[in-house]
């Protein structure tokens, strides 16, 4: 028997141990590209986070703020008094009642607010505020204390 085929075999064998693999994907693994970055998760709301006065306009002088406090109570603006809560849709929801300053027989009209978190610092929250009929409010409200 001739060793030329058995040598012929082990080049050929060797000359594929140095090739890489094809590589093969299937459509089910593959990202489709969608042209924009997605966005990260909203952070998981906790009371650490939420708890404090903010600012809207950054001054933490003005009524343009909301405040959240440990015992569950709540203002908005000047013009909201009520509670809060986290809801399971991970938002921040208060039950206000809406009073005009200065008017003392005003008995207030029942507000329900829900802040959707989009991102949160130590600092600041970006926040997205929804009123029944009014247009979404887009802020970064800051920290005060």
């Not at 708890?51 to 709540?74: E, K, L, Q, R």
Request: proline residues 7%; aromatic residues 4%.
């Amino acid at each position: 028997m001739s060793m030329r085929p058995i040598i012929g075999a082990f080049l050929v064998l060797l000359a594929a141990c140095g090739q890489p693999a094809e590589q093969k994907t299937s459509p089910s693994t593959e990202a489709a590209p969608t042209g924009r970055a997605q966005s990260p998760a909203p952070p998981r709301l906790g009371h650490e986070t939420v708890i404090g006065t903010w600012s809207f306009d950054g001054s933490c002088a003005s009524g343009d703020g909301m405040g959240i406090n440990a015992d569950g109570t709540a203002f908005y603006d000047e013009w909201g008094t009520g509670t809060w809560t986290i809801n399971r849709q991970n938002q921040l929801v208060l039950d206000l009642v809406r009073r005009e300053m200065g008017v003392e027989e005003d008995p207030g009209e029942p507000v329900r607010l829900t802040v959707d978190v989009q991102a949160s610092s130590e600092e600041a929250l970006e926040v997205v505020v929804n009123a029944a009929g009014e247009t979404p409010r887009e802020v970064t409200a800051m920290r005060c204390s």
